[in-house]
């Protein structure tokens, strides 16, 4: 168990000044947009949480950033109506795009 990575190293100095390591679990990291890798709003990181506070529930929620989600939006209606071809989005978004297109 103690030579798993899953477990972080604390030093930490008794009372009696003897050096020792302590190990705890690694917190968990906070979300990340897939888009433009900002952390995401209103999800906390935490294990023990229900299914609804684990993410929002605005389209792409949990996924994209509002920002990333609003432009991927705009950009799949405006490609919808043909005002704009799918070689003009970048890669990244192209692939929300579709799946926006595809419902
Ligand atoms: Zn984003």
């Not at 030093?11 to 020792?20: F, L, Y």
């Not at 949480?49 to 792409?60: A, V, W």
């Not at 704009?84 to 970048?90: A, E, P, Q, R, W």
Request: glycine share 6%.
């Amino acid at each position: 168990m103690q030579r798993s990575r899953s477990l972080r190293r604390m030093d930490r100095v008794t009372p009696k000044g003897r050096h020792v390591l302590h190990y705890e679990r690694k917190k968990n990291s906070l979300p990340h947009c897939a888009i433009c890798s900002k952390e995401l709003n209103g999800i906390k990181a935490s294990r023990s949480k229900g299914r609804s506070l684990r993410k929002n529930s605005r389209i792409f929620g949990g996924v994209l950033c509002a920002n990333c989600a609003s432009q991927v939006i705009k950009s799949a209606s405006r490609v919808e109506n043909g005002e704009m071809k799918l070689n003009d989005i970048s890669i990244r978004q192209r692939t929300y795009i579709l799946q926006m297109i595809s419902h």
